[in-house]
């Protein structure tokens, strides 16, 4: 049974990707950099490990989607649907908002309902980050990839005076 909703929420992720990209992510462009350039960055820089990151899985960039990788990166999660939903659940708690990231909520607790728990810790996880769903990740890929990780899971506390 949950081989066949995997299969079932696989089929709904391939069908409506393309249309995602072309009517909700016109204004962004793709990053200037493929999967063996970014190899070639600095060892411990975002890009290398980016870099390690296709050629570990075996992916292949997708144009405008880039920072979705990081995001899997940066949060700890794998590429299983699970780790998907539970991706976007911490992307919501941390202030993501978009039609496409609700969807996915819906439906991922819908059809594993019995992962809810993962997910309610995956929103609070992203609400405890600092925010960064927003960010230019192509303009940090020079940057040393633990520290990046590390400030961005410290969450900014106001200072009192």
């Not at 190899?39 to 390690?52: A, P, Q, R, V, W």
């Not at 810790?121 to 520290?147: C, I, P, T, V």
């Amino acid at each position: 049974m949950k081989k066949l909703r995997t299969r079932f929420l696989l089929f709904m992720y391939e069908n409506s990707q393309k249309q995602y990209r072309k009517y909700f992510k016109k204004k962004k462009r793709q990053w200037q950099f493929n999967e063996k350039q970014l190899l070639s960055f600095k060892e411990d820089s975002l890009g290398k490990t980016m870099g390690e990151f296709y050629q570990k899985h075996g992916f292949r960039m997708i144009p405008k989607m880039e920072n979705h990788d990081v995001y899997h990166l940066i949060t700890d999660y794998s590429t299983n649907i699970q780790d998907e939903i539970a991706m976007q659940y911490l992307l919501f708690g941390n202030g993501k908002r978009s039609a496409y990231l609700l969807g996915v909520l819906l439906l991922g607790t819908f059809v594993f309902p019995e992962y809810f728990k993962t997910y309610r810790n995956a929103f609070q996880k992203g609400r405890s980050m600092r925010s960064f769903h927003d960010w230019d990740f192509e303009n940090l890929l020079w940057q040393n990839f633990d520290h990046l990780k590390d400030f961005i899971q410290q969450k900014q506390t106001p200072i009192f005076y």
